[in-house]
């Protein structure tokens, strides 16, 4: 069974900055992109950042390019994304997610999210 597990989150006043993990289990961490995501209360969901399953390209939302980083640590199975110079805009809970092939078709797993708080 997929597991994948957040934790890292926290209060932090703005401009400090938060590591967050995903501990995955259940699937071949390697073989697979994975994605960070956000949602704010009131807004959707959105992507923040994701890596290719060697961990070779990333992508980052607009919003955090050049203060996250997404890495991931294949041998041990988890998804990092480190945030620095944080705003109260950042203030959301942040998930991580995946999508594995199963059964003939695509499937999405999220983990259960870490709230990450910005505020002075």
């Known amino acids: 069974q997929v597991h994948l597990v957040e934790s890292g989150g926290g209060l932090v006043q703005p401009g400090e900055s938060l590591r967050l993990s995903c501990a995955t289990s259940?699937?071949?961490?390697?073989?697979?992109?994975m994605n960070w995501y956000r949602q704010a209360p009131g807004k959707e969901r959105e992507l923040v950042a994701a890596?290719?399953?060697?961990?070779?390209?990333?992508i980052y939302a607009d919003s955090m390019k050049g203060r996250a980083t997404i890495s991931r640590d294949n041998a041990k199975n988890t998804l990092f994304l480190q945030m620095n110079k944080l705003e109260p805009e950042d203030t959301a809970v942040y998930y991580c997610?995946?999508?594995?092939?199963?059964?003939?078709?695509?499937?999405?797993?999220w983990g259960q999210g870490t709230q990450v708080t910005v505020s002075s």
């Open positions: 890596i290719t399953s060697a961990g070779n390209t990333t």
């Open positions: 997610h995946t999508e594995i092939w199963s059964g003939g078709s695509w499937h999405d797993y």
């Open positions: 259940g699937f071949t961490f390697s073989n697979y992109v």
